[in-house]
């Protein structure tokens, strides 16, 4: 049995328009990001130029209106781009989906004349962005904030720190939760903070166990003035706007991760069906078919999942449980094809000969972000038996 060289995932996409962004993104996959994503990761290089590139070809605005430079895709089929950009890279695919998720506060609740000033530059501009929701001492139960707002005239000062920040220190902007008000989740309030801002620092990047490309890292804000045209929203408006931008990006997230994990499985093809022993492609041993046949059933699952909860939010429809469903799952998911795919491969696996232990230690950060697995289970029950009783 000769070994196979993967093929190209069978995609079922809604329109012409969308068969050739499909197209469009795995010609610049292979041009631009594939060849270099191992070497650039190992050496902690992020890829600006790939996210100029990626603006220039319409592809970082994708699921916003074509009036301020999106693209007026359904999520539908951003997401399957999310997906092609993921296998070749996780910190091209994360990058991206981390961008619209920063894009989407601006979009969905900003005024006619924000959006006309700002939108433009943020989806086709060359611009990229960060969101800011957590801190040092407020992650899941992210109500708690303590980022300060203090209006003053015409104006807001910001002051406190948050963590955690993809693309913190490189961002061109940030849209950032912060407590204008009371305690609790109705005391917060949604920001656009250019990145350029005085009294707006970034620490030095976090070390992570993998993800090296992509920078995380923690914002200090000390007296941030903002003016109040960068108030997105209504006063106190924030954590319900947050919320609403997570349920999409829970979607960027799941996408992200069955990219992630199909590139594993790729790899983990291609070397079983080319290494002999004993006489034979370790690919015909029983055991090991079986391994991949269950890694490519749990994508196609995974990969089913987050297209039905795309939907759901392409036709209007409430999607905030399925959205919860597909991260956890696919999350999940991309953890275990990961680690078997490393598995398969053997000693060889474990090396950095093979990519197959990059994607393994990248699977992980996707089971936390943007809300770790536990806090999905706890989404989904809610939807299910209704809030815990105190």
Not at 93 to 110: D, E, F, K, N, Q
Not at 172 to 192: C, H, N, P, Q
Not at 211 to 224: E, I, Y
Request: with cysteine; aromatic share 6%; proline share 5%.
């Amino acid at each position: 049995m000769p070994d196979r060289a993967p093929q190209p995932v069978e995609r079922q996409l809604p329109t012409e328009e969308s068969r050739d962004l499909i197209t469009l993104v795995r010609d610049i996959v292979q041009r631009e990001i594939a060849p270099r994503a191992a070497e650039e990761e190992d050496a902690g290089h992020f890829p600006r130029e790939v996210f100029s590139l990626l603006s220039e070809s319409g592809l970082l605005g994708l699921p916003y209106d074509s009036e301020y430079g999106g693209g007026d895709q359904p999520y539908e089929v951003y997401l399957q781009v999310l997906e092609e950009l993921a296998a070749a890279r996780l910190t091209v695919g994360l990058g991206v989906s981390v961008h619209t998720l920063s894009c989407h506060a601006l979009a969905g609740y900003g005024t006619k004349e924000q959006q006309a000033e700002h939108l433009p530059a943020m989806l086709g501009g060359g611009l990229l962005g960060a969101y800011c929701l957590s801190e040092p001492a407020s992650g899941s139960d992210a109500a708690s904030l303590r980022t300060k707002a203090v209006r003053g005239g015409d104006s807001w000062v910001i002051t406190g720190t948050k963590s955690w920040i993809t693309h913190g220190g490189i961002a061109d902007f940030y849209t950032v939760m912060a407590r204008s008000g009371g305690e609790g989740a109705r005391g917060i309030t949604a920001y656009l903070v250019p990145g350029d801002t005085p009294g707006l620092n970034a620490a030095a990047p976090e070390k992570k166990m993998g993800m090296k490309g992509s920078p995380t890292a923690q914002l200090n804000f000390d007296g941030v003035r903002v003016p109040d045209s960068r108030r997105i929203g209504e006063e106190g408006q924030g954590f319900a706007i947050a919320l609403s931008a997570l349920d999409s990006g829970r979607l960027g997230i799941a996408a992200c991760a069955i990219g992630l994990a199909q590139a594993a499985l790729d790899e983990a093809v291609s070397y079983a069906t080319g290494r002999q022993q004993f006489g034979r492609p370790i690919a015909d041993f029983q055991g090991l078919r079986f391994m991949l046949a269950d890694m490519a059933t749990r994508i196609e699952a995974g990969r089913a999942l987050y297209l039905a909860a795309a939907r759901l939010r392409d036709a209007g429809r409430p999607f905030s449980r399925q959205a919860a469903m597909a991260k956890l799952f696919c999350t999940d998911t991309a953890m275990s094809v990961t680690t078997d795919a490393v598995q398969v491969l053997g000693g060889y696996g474990y090396t950095l000969d093979f990519p197959v232990e990059r994607y393994m230690r990248e699977a992980k950060v996707l089971q936390i972000v943007e809300g770790t697995n536990q806090i999905q289970r706890m989404v989904i029950a809610r939807h299910l038996a209704g809030p815990e009783t105190r």
